[in-house]
């Protein structure tokens, strides 16, 4: 049986499981605070033009979004999840490694794609880990998922403070000391047991219907990640462009942790927005701002409009993500839990890497005006959502018994 629970204090949840939860958001996500911003300056350096930085941004995406589902699956089978986290982090950190050694468009096309499928499992499996801790014990997801948040912005900083001093040759170190940490944290990570079909949380409704075959969580899941990865285009090629402006590593460093930093916001948050608002409106809100965003983006030169800009990821990444992570707690049992997210990845991942490639070409053929095209993107992507939330049966919604009100 499981413990008693108490939605508002997690008794009954292992101990420590929060902080420990917390520790293993804040590795990967530390990896990807120096990957994300700076990795396409340190393909920059050794002379890759648009087109070839594009393919090797994109193609490990691709690569992901084909091996996580598949381990997820498995995950969802294991006494352990954790275990996945401890091989994932090893064989991410030898890729890292190999890196040192590829200058040359194929090496590193194909060594950072390696490096894609082995680290594709290991977000999607902690982020299973925490979401039983929701279902189980009633804790709060925001309150885990911040400090991965807080570790993307300091590595971002810090990987901003030595790109600014001694270049893009400070990547591959950085990204190898964050993937040992990957390493540690999975040695610590919060051991739960397999999957469980019975015991949710007092304070979620019980899932019905299909799961992951729910035709509106499947239309859910699409629209928000062409959302999603209206943002290709930005990960791609917006610290280039702010290099090319003028703006210091420092200054690239805090245009990218303030992003993250609103994200930080709304995840602190999270309790307050959910009792405040339902998940649809959370994702459909977050849609209508990324249009806004990619807009107003072409018309900005200087530091502070890209830094009000870069707030507003707050709304275009953690609203949407907040609000879908709820409607995958609504619809889908525990015993999929690694399969949803792998799902949910594997959506994103497509999309993303998809346009990323795209962003390549369209970025060279159209420069600044690309953003528009991004824009076109995201409104696309909340057609598609709005379209999920008509379809979504009438008997179950995150808020109550009948279809959450618009």
């Avoid at 082995?118 to 309150?143: C, H, K, Q």
């Avoid at 600014?164 to 390493?183: Q, Y």
């Avoid at 729910?214 to 462009?241: K, R, T």
């Amino acid at each position: 049986m499981i413990p008693a629970q108490n939605p508002s204090t997690g008794e009954g949840a292992p101990p420590r499981f929060r902080q420990l939860s917390a520790l293993c958001y804040s590795a990967p996500l530390l990896v990807n605070g120096i990957v994300l911003p700076f990795f396409p300056v340190w393909l920059a350096t050794h002379q890759f033009n648009d087109h070839q930085i594009g393919t090797i941004l994109a193609v490990p995406m691709v690569v992901r979004v084909l091996v996580a589902p598949i381990v997820a699956v498995f995950a969802d089978r294991m006494q352990e999840r954790a275990h996945v986290l401890l091989w994932s982090g090893i064989l991410s950190l030898l890729t890292a490694i190999a890196l040192c050694w590829t200058t040359n468009f194929w090496p590193v096309l194909i060594v950072f794609a390696l490096q894609g499928a082995t680290f594709a499992p290991y977000v999607p499996v902690v982020e299973s880990i925490v979401i039983s801790g929701v279902r189980r014990w009633g804790l709060d997801y925001g309150s885990m998922r911040v400090w991965g948040s807080v570790a993307f912005i300091i590595s971002t900083l810090i990987g901003g403070e030595l790109v600014g001093n001694w270049g893009g040759a400070m990547v591959l170190p950085v990204m190898i000391f964050g993937f040992t940490l990957t390493i540690v944290m999975a040695v610590f990570c919060p051991r739960i047991g397999p999957t469980r079909r019975r015991g949710q949380p007092i304070n979620l409704p019980a899932t019905t219907g299909s799961g992951l075959r729910e035709p509106h969580l499947l239309l859910l899941l699409l629209g928000v990640s062409i959302q999603q990865a209206s943002h290709a285009l930005l990960n791609a090629f917006s610290s280039i462009y702010w290099h090319q402006l003028g703006f210091s590593g420092t200054a690239v460093g805090l245009l990218w942790s303030a992003g993250v930093a609103s994200e930080v916001t709304v995840f602190f948050l999270s309790r307050r927005l959910n009792r405040r608002f339902n998940a649809w409106t959370l994702i459909r809100f977050g849609c209508a701002v990324s249009i806004c965003r990619w807009v107003f983006f072409p018309m900005e030169t200087s530091f502070i409009g890209f830094l009000m800009l870069q707030c507003l990821h707050g709304f275009t990444y953690a609203f949407v993500h907040t609000g879908v992570q709820r409607r995958i707690v609504a619809t889908v049992q525990e015993t999929q839990e690694a399969s949803a997210q792998g799902a949910y990845f594997f959506y994103i991942g497509m999309a993303s890497g998809l346009m990323t490639i795209a962003s390549g070409y369209i970025y060279s053929a159209l420069g600044l005006d690309s953003y528009y095209v991004m824009a076109c993107v995201a409104a696309f992507g909340l057609a598609l959502v709005i379209i999920a939330y008509y379809l979504q049966p009438q008997r179950l919604a995150s808020g109550g018994n009948t279809r959450e009100p618009a």
